[in-house]
């Protein structure tokens, strides 16, 4: 049975930096597309990264593109994201996810198994 588990949120100011983990078991992980989502109070939740079963290619939306970083390393089952420069409008509940679809197909019902998510909250 999958089981992602997120680690690593918190709270910090405007301007500061997270680094969020997740720790994938039950499943091949080198057989998925790994992303993060976030989803804030009353919101949809949101693409924020992708990374490809390699690693070699990563996707981001413009929102982020420049401040996030993902990666994965495939021997020991974990995706990351650094987060830098973080906003208060980046506080939200963070979630990482397993697809079997390309780095680009960013729809949530497109990813299978997700984690519990992590709480990131940015004060300004």
């Known amino acids: 049975q999958a089981q992602l588990v997120e680690s690593g949120g918190g709270s910090v100011q405007a301007g500061g930096s997270l680094r969020l983990s997740c720790l994938a078991s039950?499943?091949?992980?080198?057989?998925?597309?790994m992303g993060w989502f976030c989803q804030a109070p009353g919101k949809e939740r949101e693409f924020i990264a992708a990374?490809?079963?390699?690693?070699?290619?990563?996707y981001y939306p413009d929102s982020v593109k420049g401040r996030f970083t993902i990666s994965r390393d495939n021997a020991k089952n974990t995706v990351s994201l650094q987060m830098n420069s973080l906003k208060p409008e980046d506080t939200a509940v963070y979630y990482c996810?397993?697809?079997?679809?390309?780095?680009?197909?960013?729809?949530?019902?497109?990813?299978?198994?997700w984690g519990q998510g992590t709480q990131v909250t940015v004060s300004s």
């Open positions: 039950g499943l091949t992980f080198n057989d998925y597309t």
């Open positions: 996810a397993a697809s079997v679809y390309g780095v680009t197909v960013i729809t949530p019902g497109n990813y299978a198994y």
């Open positions: 990374i490809s079963r390699s690693g070699a290619s990563t």
